[in-house]
């Protein structure tokens, strides 16, 4: 064994992150699946069958590339303690099975969520996805917390208060828009034609209200917020706390403005 | 020998490298040869006696996707196409595990790959590059911190 040629800083004995493997894991996910999506004409619900793959896929590069992003950042402590290691290794089981529940389905021509057609199908919606879609996003909590406890972590003040809120608005406002979504019978509210008009990639209603923008939003507000704290630091602007604290509550208000919409059955975007 | 049961010994050749190379220690210089270069190369001398004995009789081609159909008409080169992947799949498996290696990316990470390369051969190759890839990338691009264990 070698050991690391390419970094004299990494510990040759644990090896690269979880996290950081992870996001090469994801983006190979992604490109097989966008290879697929364009020899494949079969349609489910008026989407290309790998779009969805494609979109989880690229969501698990944008997430773990954030983490690892940040566990870079925390101090030696935090990164290699029982916590964080243990949470990742989590978060790369769920990921690992919703994935692969994801494309099979995807290869199958069949939706993965929502699909209680038959006992395997129920078990992987109701039980695997559910309880991973639940432990990816505690997983994200988790590592906003560190964000914040880690006093030692090689972060700017408006980027750490970012990270934290970010990570945790994520945590907390996916728990409670996906949590609802996973309740109902389907992510629409109110009911399509055949000739169903979505708009490119994203396959969000363009008809009726889509509640999965709003589930975007939520969970995307751990690149958003950190970012927003980032530019703070960066232009060195006055208040900078002050200034995180509300940009996260406008964020956290328009998602869930855009969660009323959806529910009262309106688009996001009309075309 | 009958087609079915060089099948079956070739199949069993090549599970024993997979076998290797997902769970046998890699210090052990000797063993690790077989995956990588021993079993593969004695699935090449299968697939070397088949192509070479059946090639004309089959009357197909490399140049069109008819000719290479009209290759597989015959039962002994579509034995002998398959021994081709498990060589190939399995030599590529154990170059991908010997890089993964390389970048530190431990056994347990390795095993996804590993399956990936015996099921469906090149998305192995995409899933190990792209790991590797993105081990070098942030460890390229983290140089610059203080404490850094990408």
């Known amino acids: 064994?070698?050991?690391?040629?390419?970094?004299?800083?990494?510990?040759?004995a644990r090896g690269p992150s979880l996290s950081v493997v992870l996001t090469?894991?994801?983006?190979?996910?992604?490109?097989?699946?966008?290879?697929?999506?364009?020899?494949d004409p079969r349609l489910l619900d008026g989407v290309p069958v790998w779009n969805k793959p494609a979109k989880f896929a690229l969501s698990f590069v944008v997430l773990f590339g954030t983490i690892a992003w940040l566990e870079v950042r925390l101090s030696q402590p935090w990164r290699t303690g029982w916590l964080l290691r243990g949470t990742m290794a989590v978060m790369a089981v769920c990921m690992i099975a919703e994935m692969g529940y994801i494309m099979m389905q995807a290869g199958l021509g069949q939706t993965s969520h929502f699909n209680l057609s038959t006992p395997f199908n129920h078990f992987m919606y109701t039980i695997v996805m559910a309880f991973g879609a639940v432990l990816l996003v505690t997983g994200i909590g988790v590592f906003g917390y560190a964000a914040w406890a880690d006093r030692q972590a090689n972060l700017t003040p408006a980027l750490r208060i970012g990270t934290a809120l970010g990570f945790g608005v994520s945590f907390l406002l996916t728990l409670f828009i996906a949590g609802y979504i996973g309740g109902r019978e389907s992510s629409l509210v109110g009911t399509v034609g055949t000739n169903h008009s979505t708009l490119p990639f994203l396959g969000w209603s363009t008809e009726v209200?889509?509640?999965?923008?709003?589930?975007?939003l939520a969970l995307h507000s751990m690149q958003i917020l950190p970012l927003f704290g980032y530019l703070l630091d960066r232009w060195a602007?006055?208040?900078r706390p002050v200034?995180?604290?509300s940009g996260s509550v406008v964020y956290t208000?328009?998602?869930l403005l855009v969660f009323a919409q959806a529910l009262a059955g309106q688009p996001l975007i009309s075309l | 020998m009958t087609l079915d049961q060089v099948f079956s010994i070739t199949g069993t050749i090549a599970m024993a490298g997979w076998v290797i190379l997902a769970v046998a220690p890699r210090r052990w210089p000797l063993l690790n040869a077989l995956p990588r270069l021993v079993l593969p190369a004695v699935l090449s001398l299968f697939y070397a006696a088949y192509i070479f004995a059946f090639f004309a009789e089959s009357g197909g081609g490399y140049d069109s996707l008819a000719d290479v159909r009209?290759?597989?008409?015959?039962d002994e080169l579509l034995l002998a196409g398959w021994i081709h992947y498990l060589a190939f799949d399995l030599m590529i498996g154990a170059y991908l595990a010997d890089r993964l290696d390389k970048v530190g990316i431990g056994r347990l990470l390795q095993l996804?790959?590993?399956?990936?390369?015996?099921?469906?051969?090149?998305v192995g190759v995409i899933l190990a590059l792209c790991m590797e890839g993105s081990v070098r990338f942030f460890s390229f691009n983290t140089r610059g911190l203080a404490h850094v264990r990408v």
Do not use: E
Not at chain 1, 25 to 39: E, N, P, Y
Not at chain 1, 209 to 216: E, K, S, V
Not at chain 2, 70 to 74: E, G, V
């Open chain 1, 24 to 39: 090469g894991f994801s983006l190979a996910l992604l490109l097989v699946s966008l290879s697929a999506g364009i020899v």
């Open chain 1, 237 to 239: 602007i006055s208040h």
């Open chain 1, 253 to 255: 208000a328009a998602t």
């Open chain 1, 1 to 12: 064994m070698s050991g690391y040629d390419d970094a004299a800083a990494c510990d040759p």
């Open chain 1, 209 to 216: 209200g889509d509640l999965r923008p709003a589930h975007f």
């Open chain 2, 112 to 122: 996804p790959v590993l399956a990936a390369t015996l099921f469906f051969g090149p």
């Open chain 1, 243 to 245: 200034w995180v604290v």
């Open chain 2, 70 to 74: 009209q290759l597989f008409t015959l």
